[in-house]
């Protein structure tokens, strides 16, 4: 199995059908395209998505649900085909993909982007960040710790 020396998690080892492809990079990390998920006991139903291109790179991710149980995905035509999937019907969260916000952590607490969810289909692992302006939904929706369910 091939291994990583991650600056987070020190060195981990994964399974290659377990990598998680961006086929056209993250917005402003265009260039890192493959990622690992690895969720830790302790810290779900958090998800670190670790760069396999970038030993720094380490996004914190929680799912779309976890915050919002009434999350609806809105997904462009264009990312549907990017991350193979039909562009006929909307997707299914925890059918067809599973659908992730980056957190972030800042001075007056931890935010997360809903309104471009991390979305990966959940049988060939492609993956896109799904930008949805007319969403409704903010990049700094604010996480408190029992919307969030952060780790106790």
Not at 40 to 65: E, G, M, R, W, Y
Not at 132 to 152: F, R, T
Request: hydrophobic share 40%.
């Amino acid at each position: 199995m091939p291994s990583l020396e991650s600056n987070s998690f020190g060195s981990i080892t994964y399974q290659e059908d377990a990598v998680v492809e961006f086929p056209e990079g993250l917005p402003g990390f265009e260039e890192r395209r493959q990622f690992v998920a690895l969720t830790l006991p302790h810290t779900q139903p958090l998800v670190f998505l670790q760069s396999l291109d970038d030993a720094a790179l380490c996004f914190i991710t929680l799912p779309v649900l976890s915050i919002d149980r009434q999350y609806r995905l809105e997904i462009r035509e264009e990312d549907l085909k990017i991350v193979g999937l039909s562009p006929k019907r909307q997707p299914r969260i925890g059918e067809d993909v599973a659908c992730m916000a980056v957190l972030t952590v800042q001075e007056s607490g931890p935010t997360a982007n809903l309104l471009a969810p991390i979305v990966i289909n959940i049988k060939n692992l492609k993956a896109v960040q799904a930008i949805a302006p007319d969403s409704g939904y903010s990049h700094q929706h604010p996480l408190s710790p029992a919307g969030a369910m952060v780790c106790s």
